[in-house]
């Protein structure tokens, strides 16, 4: 059984910081692809950024400079940093993984196992 366990949202003026969290097993974290996504209400589920099961990093052009995966290998934890929010980053912001090896910023359909998502809102 996969679990992803996500906290970290909250409400934020544009310009501010939020980390998000995501705690998995040691198994799912050493040997999954993981990743954030963020999906508005009537839109599709977009990719953010992910980390491969080689451990190389990928981001959304959207969030390039702004965003940054970080990990704490103790932890088995994958954060999201995200810097410089703007109003259009606010959205519920899911934790997925999956076993197979995921190239570049693979589409949410593709992905497996997800968190039970944590809204991020910026204000203007």
């Known amino acids: 059984q996969v679990q992803l366990v996500e906290s970290g949202g909250g409400s934020v003026q544009a310009g501010g910081s939020l980390r998000l969290s995501c705690a998995a097993s040691p198994f799912t974290y050493n040997h999954y692809s993981m990743g954030w996504f963020r999906q508005v209400l009537g839109k599709e589920r977009e990719g953010v950024a992910s980390r491969d099961s080689t451990g190389k990093l990928n981001y959304a052009d959207s969030v390039k400079g702004r965003f940054t995966i970080s990990q704490d290998n103790a932890k088995n934890t994958l954060y999201l940093q995200m810097d410089r929010l703007k109003p259009e980053d606010t959205a519920m912001y899911y934790c997925?993984?999956?076993?197979?090896?995921?190239?570049?910023?693979?589409?949410?359909?593709?992905?497996?196992?997800w968190g039970q998502g944590t809204q991020v809102t910026v204000s203007s």
């Open positions: 997925a993984a999956d076993p197979s090896f995921m190239s570049g910023l693979a589409p949410a359909p593709l992905w497996n196992y």
